[in-house]
Protein backbone atom coordinates (compact mmCIF):
# COMPACT_ATOMS: atom_id res chain seq x y z
CA UNK A 1 0.00 0.00 0.00
CA UNK A 2 1.12 3.19 -0.42
CA UNK A 3 1.91 5.84 1.90
CA UNK A 4 0.03 9.42 2.24
CA UNK A 5 1.74 12.26 0.96
CA UNK A 6 0.90 13.89 4.13
CA UNK A 7 2.64 11.23 5.97
CA UNK A 8 5.91 11.30 3.76
CA UNK A 9 5.53 15.35 3.93
CA UNK A 10 5.99 14.58 7.54
CA UNK A 11 8.66 12.54 7.38
CA UNK A 12 10.92 14.90 5.58
CA UNK A 13 10.19 17.83 7.69
CA UNK A 14 10.80 15.80 10.96
CA UNK A 15 14.14 14.60 8.96
CA UNK A 16 15.04 18.05 8.42
CA UNK A 17 14.47 19.02 11.66
CA UNK A 18 16.57 15.85 13.10
CA UNK A 19 19.65 16.88 10.47
CA UNK A 20 19.56 20.70 11.76
CA UNK A 21 19.20 19.65 15.31
CA UNK A 22 22.80 17.48 14.80
CA UNK A 23 24.28 20.37 12.90
CA UNK A 24 23.84 22.40 15.80
CA UNK A 25 24.75 20.15 18.78
CA UNK A 26 27.94 19.50 16.48
CA UNK A 27 29.08 23.17 16.11
CA UNK A 28 27.99 23.31 19.91
CA UNK A 29 30.29 20.66 20.61
CA UNK A 30 32.83 21.79 18.41
CA UNK A 31 32.26 25.25 19.91
CA UNK A 32 33.31 24.46 23.70
CA UNK A 33 36.40 22.41 22.30
CA UNK A 34 39.49 23.83 23.70
CA UNK A 35 40.80 25.71 20.87
CA UNK A 36 43.20 28.98 20.04
CA UNK A 37 41.57 32.56 21.69
CA UNK A 38 43.56 35.75 21.00
CA UNK A 39 45.62 37.30 23.90
CA UNK A 40 42.85 39.16 25.53
CA UNK A 41 42.46 40.64 29.00
CA UNK A 42 40.10 37.87 32.00
CA UNK A 43 37.18 40.19 31.77
CA UNK A 44 37.44 40.33 27.79
CA UNK A 45 37.58 36.40 28.08
CA UNK A 46 34.70 36.26 30.46
CA UNK A 47 32.87 38.72 29.01
CA UNK A 48 33.33 36.75 25.03
CA UNK A 49 32.47 33.68 26.85
CA UNK A 50 29.66 34.74 28.52
CA UNK A 51 27.81 35.82 25.43
CA UNK A 52 29.22 32.86 23.82
CA UNK A 53 26.66 30.62 26.15
CA UNK A 54 23.62 32.87 25.91
CA UNK A 55 24.28 33.16 22.19
CA UNK A 56 24.14 29.17 22.36
CA UNK A 57 21.11 29.15 24.55
CA UNK A 58 19.05 31.54 22.06
CA UNK A 59 19.77 29.33 19.38
CA UNK A 60 18.59 25.94 21.27
CA UNK A 61 15.44 28.02 21.35
CA UNK A 62 14.81 29.07 17.67
CA UNK A 63 16.09 32.42 18.02
CA UNK A 64 18.94 33.07 15.70
CA UNK A 65 17.97 36.90 15.51
CA UNK A 66 18.94 37.56 19.14
CA UNK A 67 21.64 35.09 19.07
CA UNK A 68 24.08 36.64 16.06
CA UNK A 69 24.58 39.54 18.12
CA UNK A 70 25.70 37.42 21.05
CA UNK A 71 28.34 35.36 18.53
CA UNK A 72 29.27 38.60 17.00
CA UNK A 73 30.43 40.28 20.43
CA UNK A 74 32.05 37.08 21.34
CA UNK A 75 34.26 37.07 18.27
CA UNK A 76 35.01 40.76 18.39
CA UNK A 77 36.48 40.13 22.69
CA UNK A 78 37.97 36.51 22.00
CA UNK A 79 37.93 35.34 18.22
CA UNK A 80 37.94 31.86 18.16
CA UNK A 81 36.76 28.84 15.32
CA UNK A 82 33.97 28.05 17.68
CA UNK A 83 32.12 31.27 17.98
CA UNK A 84 32.45 31.86 14.53
CA UNK A 85 31.37 28.55 13.23
CA UNK A 86 28.05 29.84 15.39
CA UNK A 87 28.17 32.81 14.01
CA UNK A 88 28.06 31.56 10.57
CA UNK A 89 25.61 29.05 11.38
CA UNK A 90 23.31 31.89 12.44
CA UNK A 91 23.88 34.00 9.76
CA UNK A 92 22.60 31.32 7.25
CA UNK A 93 19.74 30.33 9.32
CA UNK A 94 18.13 33.93 8.89
CA UNK A 95 18.93 33.34 5.34
CA UNK A 96 22.17 35.54 5.01
CA UNK A 97 23.83 33.57 2.87
CA UNK A 98 26.87 35.76 1.95
CA UNK A 99 28.01 36.65 5.40
CA UNK A 100 27.42 32.78 6.55
CA UNK A 101 29.73 31.87 3.68
CA UNK A 102 32.10 34.58 4.58
CA UNK A 103 32.30 33.49 8.46
CA UNK A 104 32.64 29.86 7.96
CA UNK A 105 35.46 30.88 4.89
CA UNK A 106 37.43 32.81 8.55
CA UNK A 107 36.43 29.78 10.57
CA UNK A 108 38.44 27.47 8.35
CA UNK A 109 41.60 29.85 8.16
CA UNK A 110 41.82 30.29 11.61
CA UNK A 111 41.57 26.47 12.84
CA UNK A 112 43.82 26.10 9.69
CA UNK A 113 46.37 28.74 10.90
CA UNK A 114 45.89 27.24 14.74
CA UNK A 115 46.52 23.78 13.69
CA UNK A 116 42.49 22.46 14.57
CA UNK A 117 41.61 19.86 11.34
CA UNK A 118 38.66 18.88 12.60
CA UNK A 119 37.39 22.34 12.86
CA UNK A 120 38.86 23.25 9.56
CA UNK A 121 37.20 20.81 7.84
CA UNK A 122 33.93 20.71 9.41
CA UNK A 123 33.72 24.86 8.14
CA UNK A 124 35.20 24.07 4.70
CA UNK A 125 32.50 21.81 4.54
CA UNK A 126 29.95 24.18 5.67
CA UNK A 127 31.32 26.29 2.90
CA UNK A 128 31.43 24.39 0.19
CA UNK A 129 28.06 23.49 1.03
CA UNK A 130 26.44 27.04 0.75
CA UNK A 131 29.07 28.34 -2.39
CA UNK A 132 26.35 27.11 -4.99
CA UNK A 133 23.56 29.18 -3.02
CA UNK A 134 25.39 32.14 -3.26
CA UNK A 135 23.25 35.02 -4.53
CA UNK A 136 25.63 37.54 -6.60
CA UNK A 137 25.52 41.50 -7.65
CA UNK A 138 27.27 43.07 -10.48
CA UNK A 139 27.72 46.77 -10.71
CA UNK A 140 28.99 48.30 -13.92
CA UNK A 141 30.04 52.53 -14.44
CA UNK A 142 29.22 53.88 -17.15
CA UNK A 143 31.72 56.43 -18.34
CA UNK A 144 33.00 56.92 -14.76
CA UNK A 145 33.44 60.20 -13.80
CA UNK A 146 37.25 61.67 -12.10
CA UNK A 147 37.02 60.97 -8.02
CA UNK A 148 33.78 58.44 -8.44
CA UNK A 149 33.07 56.65 -5.61
CA UNK A 150 29.91 53.75 -4.97
CA UNK A 151 28.67 52.73 -1.90
CA UNK A 152 26.40 49.54 -1.13
CA UNK A 153 24.32 49.98 1.63
CA UNK A 154 26.93 53.02 3.23
CA UNK A 155 30.04 50.98 2.83
CA UNK A 156 32.16 51.98 -0.13
CA UNK A 157 33.33 49.64 -2.77
CA UNK A 158 36.72 49.35 -4.20
CA UNK A 159 37.11 50.39 -7.97
CA UNK A 160 38.89 46.94 -8.31
CA UNK A 161 35.81 45.03 -7.77
CA UNK A 162 33.21 47.14 -10.61
CA UNK A 163 32.06 44.72 -13.27
CA UNK A 164 32.55 41.77 -10.73
CA UNK A 165 29.64 39.25 -9.57
CA UNK A 166 30.24 39.64 -6.19
CA UNK A 167 28.42 37.16 -3.10
CA UNK A 168 25.67 39.24 -1.54
CA UNK A 169 22.96 38.80 0.89
CA UNK A 170 19.86 38.14 -0.41
CA UNK A 171 17.22 41.26 0.13
CA UNK A 172 17.10 45.11 -0.25
CA UNK A 173 20.44 47.00 -1.21
CA UNK A 174 21.21 50.74 -1.94
CA UNK A 175 23.63 51.22 -4.48
CA UNK A 176 25.15 55.05 -4.29
CA UNK A 177 27.47 57.15 -6.85
CA UNK A 178 29.32 60.34 -6.18
CA UNK A 179 31.84 62.40 -7.75
CA UNK A 180 33.47 66.33 -6.80
CA UNK A 181 31.12 68.44 -9.42
CA UNK A 182 28.53 65.63 -10.14
CA UNK A 183 24.73 65.51 -8.96
CA UNK A 184 24.83 62.32 -7.12
CA UNK A 185 22.57 59.07 -8.54
CA UNK A 186 21.49 56.03 -6.15
CA UNK A 187 19.03 52.91 -7.06
CA UNK A 188 17.18 50.50 -4.73
CA UNK A 189 17.39 46.55 -5.77
CA UNK A 190 15.96 43.69 -4.54
CA UNK A 191 18.24 40.45 -4.18
CA UNK A 192 16.39 37.36 -4.23
CA UNK A 193 18.04 33.88 -2.23
CA UNK A 194 19.21 30.75 -4.22
CA UNK A 195 21.92 31.99 -6.74
CA UNK A 196 20.50 34.65 -7.98
CA UNK A 197 22.47 37.67 -10.08
CA UNK A 198 21.91 41.09 -10.41
CA UNK A 199 23.64 43.87 -12.27
CA UNK A 200 23.52 47.49 -11.70
CA UNK A 201 24.64 49.93 -14.39
CA UNK A 202 25.88 53.40 -12.62
CA UNK A 203 24.75 56.13 -15.71
CA UNK A 204 26.98 59.02 -16.41
CA UNK A 205 26.54 61.53 -13.42
CA UNK A 206 25.00 64.65 -14.76
CA UNK A 207 27.15 67.58 -13.96
CA UNK A 208 25.96 70.16 -10.86
CA UNK A 209 23.96 73.25 -12.29
CA UNK A 210 26.63 75.29 -10.47
CA UNK A 211 29.13 73.63 -12.82
CA UNK A 212 27.66 75.09 -15.50
CA UNK A 213 25.41 78.29 -14.40
CA UNK A 214 26.46 80.99 -16.30
CA UNK A 215 28.45 83.65 -13.44
CA UNK A 216 25.79 86.16 -12.81
CA UNK A 217 26.41 90.18 -13.45
CA UNK A 218 29.26 91.87 -11.77
CA UNK A 219 31.26 88.53 -11.04
CA UNK A 220 34.98 88.81 -11.60
CA UNK A 221 35.39 87.78 -15.29
CA UNK A 222 32.30 88.52 -16.52
CA UNK A 223 30.89 91.17 -18.63
CA UNK A 224 28.82 92.55 -16.02
CA UNK A 225 32.07 93.56 -14.38
CA UNK A 226 32.62 96.28 -17.18
CA UNK A 227 30.18 98.75 -15.60
CA UNK A 228 31.71 98.24 -12.65
CA UNK A 229 35.18 98.98 -13.70
CA UNK A 230 33.82 102.11 -15.44
CA UNK A 231 32.20 102.82 -12.73
CA UNK A 232 35.57 102.96 -10.95
CA UNK A 233 37.08 104.92 -13.06
CA UNK A 234 34.65 107.48 -13.18
CA UNK A 235 35.08 108.22 -9.44
CA UNK A 236 39.01 108.24 -9.83
CA UNK A 237 38.20 110.74 -12.49
CA UNK A 238 35.94 112.92 -10.32
CA UNK A 239 38.27 112.75 -7.18
CA UNK A 240 41.61 113.86 -9.73
CA UNK A 241 38.81 116.40 -10.75
CA UNK A 242 38.11 117.54 -7.64
CA UNK A 243 42.01 118.15 -6.71
CA UNK A 244 42.89 120.11 -9.59
CA UNK A 245 39.58 122.59 -9.19
CA UNK A 246 40.97 122.84 -5.94
CA UNK A 247 44.75 123.27 -6.64
CA UNK A 248 43.57 125.96 -9.38
CA UNK A 249 41.39 128.24 -6.66
CA UNK A 250 44.78 127.96 -4.09
CA UNK A 251 47.54 128.99 -6.75
CA UNK A 252 44.61 131.16 -7.64
CA UNK A 253 44.33 132.93 -5.04
CA UNK A 254 48.04 133.05 -3.91
CA UNK A 255 48.70 134.93 -7.61
CA UNK A 256 46.13 137.55 -6.53
CA UNK A 257 48.27 137.96 -3.52
CA UNK A 258 51.04 138.82 -5.02
CA UNK A 259 49.39 141.10 -7.74
CA UNK A 260 48.14 142.95 -4.49
CA UNK A 261 51.81 143.46 -2.96
CA UNK A 262 53.61 144.69 -5.95
CA UNK A 263 51.25 147.20 -6.84
CA UNK A 264 52.64 149.84 -4.21
CA UNK A 265 56.09 148.40 -5.85
CA UNK A 266 55.11 149.39 -9.37
CA UNK A 267 54.02 152.99 -9.28
CA UNK A 268 53.57 154.32 -13.42
CA UNK A 269 54.04 150.79 -14.19
CA UNK A 270 57.90 150.64 -12.88
CA UNK A 271 58.63 148.20 -10.64
CA UNK A 272 61.06 147.79 -8.07
CA UNK A 273 63.44 144.26 -8.20
CA UNK A 274 60.87 143.75 -4.68
CA UNK A 275 57.93 144.44 -7.18
CA UNK A 276 59.49 143.12 -9.75
CA UNK A 277 60.09 139.32 -8.25
CA UNK A 278 56.31 139.85 -6.96
CA UNK A 279 54.83 140.13 -10.88
CA UNK A 280 57.18 137.16 -11.60
CA UNK A 281 56.43 134.99 -8.87
CA UNK A 282 52.22 135.79 -9.44
CA UNK A 283 52.83 134.72 -13.20
CA UNK A 284 54.06 131.82 -12.24
CA UNK A 285 51.22 130.66 -9.52
CA UNK A 286 48.36 132.21 -12.17
CA UNK A 287 49.72 129.42 -15.04
CA UNK A 288 49.54 126.67 -12.49
CA UNK A 289 46.12 127.85 -11.32
CA UNK A 290 44.92 127.99 -14.65
CA UNK A 291 46.48 124.78 -15.54
CA UNK A 292 44.95 123.05 -12.20
CA UNK A 293 41.30 124.83 -13.52
CA UNK A 294 41.96 123.16 -16.90
CA UNK A 295 42.54 119.79 -15.52
CA UNK A 296 40.71 119.65 -13.00
CA UNK A 297 37.73 120.46 -15.09
CA UNK A 298 38.50 117.90 -17.80
CA UNK A 299 38.78 115.55 -15.10
CA UNK A 300 35.51 116.08 -13.36
CA UNK A 301 33.84 115.76 -16.85
CA UNK A 302 35.12 112.64 -17.53
CA UNK A 303 33.91 110.94 -14.20
CA UNK A 304 30.64 112.21 -15.16
CA UNK A 305 30.98 110.62 -18.76
CA UNK A 306 32.14 107.63 -17.26
CA UNK A 307 29.31 107.07 -14.47
CA UNK A 308 26.73 107.42 -16.94
CA UNK A 309 28.86 104.62 -19.74
CA UNK A 310 28.69 102.52 -16.39
CA UNK A 311 24.65 102.49 -15.85
CA UNK A 312 24.53 101.14 -19.23
CA UNK A 313 24.60 97.31 -19.57
CA UNK A 314 27.30 96.05 -21.74
CA UNK A 315 26.12 94.64 -25.31
CA UNK A 316 29.37 93.17 -26.68
CA UNK A 317 30.60 90.61 -24.40
CA UNK A 318 33.02 89.77 -26.57
CA UNK A 319 35.36 92.81 -26.83
CA UNK A 320 37.88 94.00 -24.25
CA UNK A 321 36.58 95.39 -21.15
CA UNK A 322 36.24 99.15 -21.67
CA UNK A 323 38.70 101.45 -20.25
CA UNK A 324 39.83 104.59 -20.17
CA UNK A 325 42.33 106.99 -18.67
CA UNK A 326 43.58 110.69 -18.76
CA UNK A 327 45.77 112.65 -20.62
CA UNK A 328 47.35 116.51 -19.32
CA UNK A 329 47.60 118.70 -22.37
CA UNK A 330 49.92 122.12 -21.74
CA UNK A 331 49.41 124.94 -24.34
CA UNK A 332 51.01 128.54 -24.54
CA UNK A 333 48.95 130.34 -22.24
CA UNK A 334 47.36 127.30 -19.74
CA UNK A 335 46.62 123.62 -19.63
CA UNK A 336 43.71 120.77 -19.63
CA UNK A 337 43.59 117.17 -20.30
CA UNK A 338 41.93 115.06 -22.42
CA UNK A 339 39.72 111.69 -22.33
CA UNK A 340 41.20 108.28 -24.01
CA UNK A 341 39.83 104.87 -24.13
CA UNK A 342 38.07 102.18 -25.59
CA UNK A 343 34.40 102.01 -25.34
Request: charged share 20%.
Amino acid sequence: MRTPRSTTASGRRAKASRRLGATLALVATVALAPGFAAAQGGDSKAIAEAAFLRGRELMDQGKPAEACPKFEESVRLDPSVGALLNLALCNEQLGRTATAWARYKEAANLARATGQTDRQKIAEEFADKLAPKLSRLRIDADRPAAGLVIKRNGEVLGAALLGDPIPIDPGEHTIEANAPGFLPWSTTIVVGKDADQKTVSVPALAPEPSATKPVENGAPGDAGSRPNGLRTAAFVAGGLGIVGLGVGAVFGGLASSDVGKADPLCPGKKCSAEGFALVENAQTKALVSTIGFGVGAAALGAGVVLFLVSRAPAKDTSADAPHAWLVPTFGPNGGGASLLGVF
